[in-house]
């Protein structure tokens, strides 16, 4: 079972360039996420989408586009790239289960610089 | 507005002693979900335990208890006896009665000494 896979886990990327990072899920969650992660902000969300064909922003989603492909699917793409933008990405997932705790559940994390 | 306040952004701990860390959160709303995840250098999110603002006692999962302080909105993790392997960041959360929702503290690093 892997859970949420993303990829790419490394890029570097220039000023202006673009880029989609990839997420998957096999958990059938109908909820999924993006979060950046930077040193003494914790974790700020970008967009999520509660589930198959709906998307939302998040505290900070200037800069990103997002699609919800499919059940499984939550991409994320910076159209031009900004140094502001490096940081380490997470994608996550959840479901409301009655009795369940509706935790979070990570990819490992995508690490982003711009130069 | 959701908002989750950790105060300690770094903690030392002799091994084998218990530790605590502080969380407050701030909500208006009256249902939510409160989390506490561990972030290994490795980089990876594991999930520890959750307190929902119904419970009424205080979640213990192992040697992870969240003491939760409803009037004072505050959620604190406690870890008993101390390893070395307790050694990362620990982040707070909260999700609001938006299930769609999870906020994140800024963090506390926990170093946990021979």
């Known amino acids: 079972n892997a859970g949420v896979t993303q990829t790419p886990k490394f890029q570097v990327l220039k000023t202006g360039q673009s880029m989609t990072l990839q997420c998957a899920q096999d958990m059938n969650h109908n909820s999924m996420y993006w979060y950046r992660q930077d040193p003494g902000m914790g974790l700020r969300l970008i967009y999520y989408?509660?589930?198959?064909?709906?998307?939302d922003k998040g505290e900070v989603p200037n800069g990103y586009n997002v699609s919800r492909l499919n059940k499984r699917e939550f991409s994320l793409r910076l159209e031009s790239a900004a140094p502001s933008q490096t940081s380490v990405y997470f994608c996550?997932?959840?479901?409301?289960?009655?009795?369940?705790?509706?935790?979070?559940?990570f990819g490992e994390g995508s690490r982003l610089t711009v130069l | 507005a959701q908002k989750i306040t950790q105060t300690q952004p770094g903690m030392f701990v002799q091994e084998k002693e218990a530790v605590t860390l502080d969380c407050t959160y701030d909500?208006?709303?009256?249902?939510?979900?409160l989390f506490w995840y561990k972030q290994p250098s490795s980089g990876e999110m594991i999930f520890l335990i959750y307190?929902?603002?119904?419970?009424?006692q205080n979640a213990t999962e192992g040697r992870y208890s969240l003491n939760f302080q409803k009037a004072r909105k505050s959620a604190n993790l406690v870890i008993s006896a101390s390893q070395l392997g307790d050694s990362a960041m620990y982040f707070c959360?909260?999700?609001?009665?938006?299930?769609?929702?999870?906020?994140f503290g800024s963090g506390t690093k926990l170093n946990v000494k021979p």
């Open positions: 909500t208006s709303d009256q249902s939510y979900g």
């Open positions: 996550a997932s959840s479901e409301r289960v009655q009795g369940s705790t509706g935790e979070l559940f």
């Open positions: 959360a909260m999700r609001g009665r938006n299930f769609n929702k999870f906020y």
């Open positions: 989408s509660a589930s198959e064909g709906t998307t």
């Open positions: 307190q929902g603002s119904y419970d009424e």
